[in-house]
């Protein structure tokens, strides 16, 4: 699968390196047509390349003085170019070379001598990746639809400032984390409270906000994790989903203790993937309906301490009453 997600990319890359030229063309026209010295200059550039390149080729003991030569030929151009273009109401930099990531000149891949590959090919490989899954997010829950009218704001013992106070500070919390991803203090989140009041909802909305900064989170049940997890340990399906699950960078797991529980092979999992996360500080949110001392009884300490973490971990508690009951 990785292989053919690969093939998609080169061919992606090479579209976009195409349109670069076309649109480094279209700018040389229009510069060229405020000003025409500015496409001799470009013309007297290139023949100077060919000339220079041919001379170092018939004399190669004097390589080294033709490139210096030609080095300060083309800053003169440069400078004489920039300042036509300036003149002609256009940028300065008007004729560098177009690139969607300036990284990788989009090749997809730096580094000489060892290739590696640019983070934003690694990008696009987990989007492509993950496009089967659908991402697990609604687009209608983000942050600008979260509505704090749907929660109450009436005193409780418990709650003396009122729900609605209490899941503003906690809206808060999160807009902060997804706008400082993945640059966060603590990178994983667990929320804990009762069904319907408002986890998966703000999930979503932290979702939203990373895909609009331009990251790719990957969101989904535990019930389709552990689906995934038991795939991978059977050697059944498509063994990139397992690993997509370790390499994520930023895994939402919703309703953590729904999933089905098999012996010595649930928790077992639901441990190595979090361990593994954890010890790569990698980016992991969970919630769950359970309470803390129930989460201890049905995943065992080991797991318990991995999941309250405090290096790594900021725990959310949702409380109060059922927002969906409310907004209905």
């Known amino acids: 699968m990785k292989e053919q997600v690969l093939r998609e990319l080169a061919v992606e890359y090479e579209s976009q390196r195409a349109a670069n030229r076309v649109e480094e063309r279209r700018r040389l026209g229009e510069a060229a047509a405020l000003d025409p010295v500015i496409g001799e200059l470009i013309a007297r550039r290139a023949e100077l390349f060919r000339q220079r390149v041919r001379a170092a080729f018939d004399s190669p003991e004097r390589a080294m003085d033709i490139s210096k030569e030609l080095s300060g030929e083309f800053t003169r151009i440069a400078s004489e170019l920039r300042e036509r273009l300036i003149a002609a109401g256009l940028p300065g930099d008007w004729l560098q070379p177009v690139y969607r990531c300036a990284a990788c000149r989009d090749q997809g891949y730096v580094g000489e001598p060892i290739r590696e590959m640019c983070e934003c090919m690694r990008q696009r490989v987990f989007q492509r990746l993950c496009r089967d899954e659908a991402l697990g997010i609604r687009a209608d829950e983000n942050f600008a639809a979260w509505d704090e009218?749907?929660?109450?704001?009436?005193?409780?013992?418990?709650?003396?400032?009122?729900?609605?106070?209490?899941?503003?500070?906690?809206?808060n919390i999160c807009v902060e984390y997804a706008e400082?991803?993945?640059?966060?203090?603590?990178?994983?989140?667990?929320?804990?409270?009762?069904?319907?009041v408002g986890k998966t909802?703000?999930?979503?909305?932290?979702?939203?906000?990373?895909?609009?900064?331009?990251?790719?989170?990957?969101?989904?049940?535990?019930?389709?994790?552990?689906?995934?997890?038991?795939?991978?340990?059977?050697?059944?399906?498509?063994?990139?989903?397992?690993?997509?699950?370790?390499?994520?960078p930023l895994l939402m797991?919703?309703?953590?203790?729904?999933?089905?529980?098999?012996?010595?092979?649930?928790?077992?999992?639901?441990?190595?993937l979090l361990n593994e996360r954890n010890?790569?500080?990698?980016?992991t949110i969970v919630s769950t309906n359970l309470l803390p001392t129930e989460l201890l009884s049905r995943y065992t300490e080991r797991l318990y301490s991995r999941l309250f973490d405090k290096r790594l971990t900021r725990v959310l508690s949702f409380r109060g009453?059922?927002?969906?009951?409310?907004?209905?």
């Open 180 to 196: 400082t991803f993945p640059n966060n203090e603590k990178p994983c989140m667990l929320f804990c409270g009762p069904s319907g």
């Open 149 to 171: 009218r749907v929660y109450d704001d009436s005193p409780t013992d418990k709650m003396p400032q009122g729900q609605r106070a209490e899941m503003i500070k906690l809206r």
């Open 321 to 328: 009453a059922d927002a969906r009951r409310i907004r209905a």
């Open 253 to 272: 797991i919703d309703d953590l203790g729904t999933e089905p529980m098999q012996e010595n092979l649930t928790i077992t999992q639901i441990f190595t």
């Open 201 to 248: 909802f703000m999930l979503n909305c932290m979702a939203q906000r990373a895909l609009e900064r331009g990251f790719t989170p990957w969101k989904l049940t535990a019930s389709r994790m552990m689906a995934i997890l038991r795939d991978a340990y059977f050697e059944r399906g498509d063994p990139e989903r397992a690993r997509l699950l370790r390499e994520s």
């Open 279 to 283: 010890a790569r500080r990698a980016h």
